[in-house]
Nanobody, 123 residues
């Protein structure tokens, strides 16, 4: 069982930056593929980025070049650095984990989810 807790969300102006963190419980964090998803009001949850146990990364086209996913296995934490934020990035951001696969971009491929953190980008 893995528990995930996100933090770092908030209100930022367009063009600004935020760094989200996701702290995971458990001793085998390094073996998990971690992902970030987001869900805007009235929309389906969508993939943002993922990082495998070997630190391979994959991004949604909408965030490529602006967002960076990373992990620190010594701290059981995955990060999402978000730069050049746009109003359309406004959403609740969720952290997710799975032991199976890498490059996972579909939500059903993940077994564990955090409670989410709100990111609001004002224009």
């Amino acid at each position: 069982q893995v528990q995930l807790v996100e933090s770092g969300g908030g209100l930022v102006q367009a063009g600004g930056s935020l760094r989200l963190s996701c702290a995971a419980s458990g001793r085998t964090f390094s073996m998990y593929t971690m992902g970030w998803f987001r869900q805007a009001p009235g929309k389906e949850r969508e993939f943002v980025a993922t990082i495998s146990w070997s630190a391979s990364t994959y991004y949604a086209d909408s965030v490529k070049g602006r967002f960076t996913i990373s992990r620190d296995n010594t701290k059981n934490t995955v990060y999402l650095q978000m730069n050049s934020l746009k109003p359309e990035d406004t959403a609740v951001y969720y952290c997710a984990a799975t032991r199976v696969g890498s490059g996972n971009y579909r939500s059903h491929e993940y077994d564990y989810w955090g409670q989410g953190t709100q990111v609001t980008v004002s224009s």
